[in-house]
């Protein structure tokens, strides 16, 4: 069992920067692969980022490359998500899921936090 919660979130201007965090409960977070999604309202959950257990391989969705960078640090049981360059689009509520495969798909992630939101003002 894995306890998920997101933290950092805000209100920042266009061009701006945030960093996400999610800290994971329970001794065997070094073993899953970790996942950002986000959900604007009235769309469906998006993939962000993910990141494999050791950190070695990481992933983005398109609208995020070059933008977002996601790491963790299995001493300190959390994941992080530096956000650059962000822009009104990026306005949603932010997730990380713990699963096995770090992939696009969320049916894949067994665990969830609760989100924290983004709001990028123009």
């Known amino acids: 069992q894995v306890q998920l919660v997101e933290s950092g979130g805000g209100l920042v201007q266009t061009g701006g920067s945030l960093r996400l965090s999610c800290a994971a409960s329970?001794?065997?977070?070094?073993?899953?692969?970790m996942g950002w999604f986000r959900q604007a309202p009235g769309k469906e959950r998006e993939f962000v980022a993910a990141?494999?257990?050791?950190?070695?391989?990481?992933y983005y969705g398109d609208s995020v490359k070059g933008r977002f960078t996601i790491s963790r640090d299995n001493a300190k049981n959390t994941v992080y998500l530096q956000m650059n360059s962000l822009q009104p689009e990026d306005t949603a509520v932010y997730y990380c899921?713990?699963?096995?495969?770090?992939?696009?798909?969320?049916?894949?992630?067994?665990?969830w936090g609760q989100g924290t939101q983004v709001t990028v003002s123009s």
């Open positions: 329970g001794r065997t977070f070094s073993s899953y692969a």
């Open positions: 899921a713990a699963g096995t495969t770090p992939n696009s798909f969320s049916s894949n992630y067994d665990y």
């Open positions: 990141v494999t257990w050791s950190g070695g391989y990481t």
